[in-house]
């Protein structure tokens, strides 16, 4: 590092003054250079990280997939965004986010970390958060809809009373008067109710309307979204819309859905291979239903059936999937009338069979 580039500046100031952590680490699994940044984070000497392999530092839950994606490095693969977690000298944990580029000849990996902590803790309250307000917004909608149904039953029985009085007979003038504006305040009171249940209504999806959207479109803008994602990941794409390009859905939700699917299989992409995503549509005993499929690291499927698309559910030890992409995505279909199924296997990859409505 104390040589100089070609206009003759030395490249130590930048190794030694970067905010980012900057290592040199070896084939043999243990750090050759660190810079202070690594350091001050970790909370040991340069010695000290020196002495004891790189996986002595790293979280052990985090060992065995940092270990994988370690060989993929060593067979020559470039590694970028990689995330996991770090043990301080003091006891804390800490995320960092690596960058590392292995060079075969000298058989070193150089790398660059970010520390990530404060975002992954930023993560998991927004996280806790969006639990909190899916649950109350739960309650509210079912206290909404159990006060209208409430209000409305006895309002309609009061219509139906007034329905069958007779006012014609009543003398006093004003006792009249004191019936026919209890009728239009009844009446009134019930235009209210329903035009509040339909305000309800209205911000449901299953009340929304639904339009024909073009399939491949959609996929086109979502990869286009993801554009520096899938260029780094170097995801390929088969896409197969022979059976039927469009379907009645909610265009939003829709880009929701594939958002959700597309990211994870990136996010989840085995190490020893490059991810590969295959999107089919066929007709099936009179249904559309989309096949998503990946070749990622996968899950068991059936062990975990009966958690796969509730709210929060891991199935990674590196604790970096919370289940909100699928919960979102179970519900956007659902709420239409639609299914999705799962079947993922360790190691093979994960499909998605979407099955809709219409």
């Excluded at 997939?65 to 965004?81: A, D, E, V």
């Excluded at 986010?97 to 000298?106: A, G, L, Y």
């Excluded at 659902?334 to 099955?355: E, W």
Aim: proline content about 3%; overall charge neutral.
């Amino acid at each position: 590092m104390e040589g100089s580039g070609k206009s003759g500046f030395s490249l130590a100031p930048f190794f030694e003054l970067s905010h980012d952590l900057l290592c040199i680490a070896g084939f043999d699994g243990y750090f050759k250079r660190v810079n202070p940044a690594v350091c001050k984070v970790l909370g040991y000497t340069e010695e000290e990280l020196l002495t004891e392999p790189i996986s002595f530092f790293q979280h052990p839950d985090d060992k065995k997939i940092t270990g994988r994606y370690r060989n993929s490095i060593l067979s020559g693969k470039h590694l970028t965004n990689f995330e996991n977690r770090y043990i301080t000298k003091q006891g804390s944990v800490i995320w960092l986010s690596w960058t590392s580029i292995p060079v075969n000849d000298s058989e070193l990996i150089y790398a660059i970390a970010k520390n990530i902590t404060h975002k992954k803790k930023l993560e998991k309250q927004r996280n806790e958060l969006l639990s909190d307000l899916s649950k109350n917004n739960s309650r509210l909608k079912q206290l909404n809809y159990t006060t209208s149904h409430d209000l409305r039953s006895p309002v309609s029985n009061l219509i139906a009373i007034f329905s069958l009085m007779n006012t014609s007979d009543i003398t006093n003038s004003e006792t009249r008067e004191f019936i026919e504006l209890l009728k239009r305040s009844v009446n009134n009171l019930k235009i209210t109710l329903d035009n509040h249940v339909d305000g309800i209504n209205s911000l449901d999806p299953r009340f929304v309307d639904v339009v024909d959207v073009h399939i491949g479109i959609v996929i086109d803008s979502i990869i286009s979204a993801l554009e520096s994602l899938v260029k780094n990941s170097n995801a390929s794409f088969h896409i197969d819309l022979s059976g039927f390009e469009y379907v009645k859905f909610i265009p939003k939700q829709l880009e929701s859905i594939f958002l959700n699917l597309i990211s994870n299989s990136i996010k989840y992409a085995h190490p020893e291979r490059e991810p590969v995503i295959s999107i089919k549509t066929v007709i099936s005993e009179g249904k559309k239903r989309l096949l998503f499929s990946d070749n990622g690291i996968g899950f068991d499927s059936e062990k975990h059936k009966d958690e796969i698309f509730c709210l929060n559910q891991t199935f990674h030890k590196n604790k970096d999937s919370k289940g909100i992409g699928l919960y979102l995505v179970y519900n956007h279909i659902t709420n239409l009338g639609g299914r999705i199924t799962v079947d993922s296997k360790v190691d093979v990859g994960t499909t998605f069979t979407i099955t809709f409505s219409n």
